[in-house]
């Protein structure tokens, strides 16, 4: 399965914008990103997902590098809701099996 | 929709007991995943379903675990027999079948095992 690498944890403060990095040292041309995350308590949501254009959705954009061996995921202004933590992983075009690493634990400081 | 509906929400059991986890999916999603979540491990995939087959089973642990998919609205994971090693939470997710798809994850089922 294809690895990706992430900081431990990140802190914040709130309503300042957040980048959280991720390597895709491993992603083959195909392979899809995506990011999830998994707030206290609660089972990982969808946060956004991409191929190799930057995308935005409601809850955060995604920078993808040129030669897609890193991507960021950005929260524009983290609330305290924000702290969580948020995974990165590549999905074979063909399927969706969906691995989880370490991921960064966020913490928002008020 | 609900949801991805987990049952129970919580489950104690003594070991060397039977343990059924169950999982309703989203309606329509033909892809259904089962997880297990430690503080030791993280997140693992143990096994997932495509149209009702199993598709990758490799992260069963050993043969106590099994799982089932009958039919496309009902999954279960299954420990027989159970061992205090087993206590983590369970987690059932859904999606539809793809790369682009997003999965959408259940609440969970808090299983202890004394």
């Known amino acids: 399965d294809a690895k990706t690498t992430q900081p431990n944890s990140m802190e914040s403060n709130e309503e300042e914008p957040v980048h959280l990095p991720c390597n895709h040292s491993?992603?083959?041309?195909?392979?899809?990103i995506h990011w999830y995350r998994q707030l206290p308590s609660q089972g990982p949501e969808y946060v956004i997902h991409?191929?190799?254009s930057n995308v935005n959705n409601r809850m955060a954009s995604l920078a993808i590098a040129e030669d897609r061996k890193s991507s960021t995921l950005i929260l524009h202004r983290a609330t305290l809701r924000d702290a969580a933590v948020y995974y990165c992983?590549?999905?074979?075009?063909?399927?969706?099996?969906?691995?989880f690493g370490g991921g960064t634990r966020v913490l928002v400081k008020p | 929709d609900a949801g991805v509906i987990q049952s129970p929400r919580h489950e104690v059991t003594e070991m060397g007991q039977e343990v059924t986890l169950r999982c309703k999916p989203i309606?329509?999603?033909?892809?259904l995943f089962w997880y297990r979540q430690t503080m030791m491990r993280g997140l693992e995939l143990l096994i997932y379903?495509?149209?009702?087959?199993?598709?990758?089973d490799s992260g069963m642990p050993e043969d106590r675990f099994s799982a089932k998919m009958p039919n496309a609205s009902f999954s279960t994971l299954k420990i027989q027999p159970s061992e205090p090693r087993d206590s983590a939470v369970y987690f059932c997710?859904?999606?539809?079948?793809?790369?682009?798809?997003?999965?959408?994850f259940g609440q969970g089922t808090r299983l202890t095992v004394v």
């Open positions: 491993t992603i083959s041309g195909t392979d899809y």
């Open positions: 379903f495509n149209n009702n087959v199993p598709i990758d």
């Open positions: 992983m590549n999905l074979k075009a063909a399927g969706n099996k969906l691995t």
């Open positions: 997710a859904s999606s539809l079948w793809g790369a682009r798809a997003e999965a959408f």
């Open positions: 991409g191929l190799t």
């Open positions: 309606s329509g999603h033909n892809s």
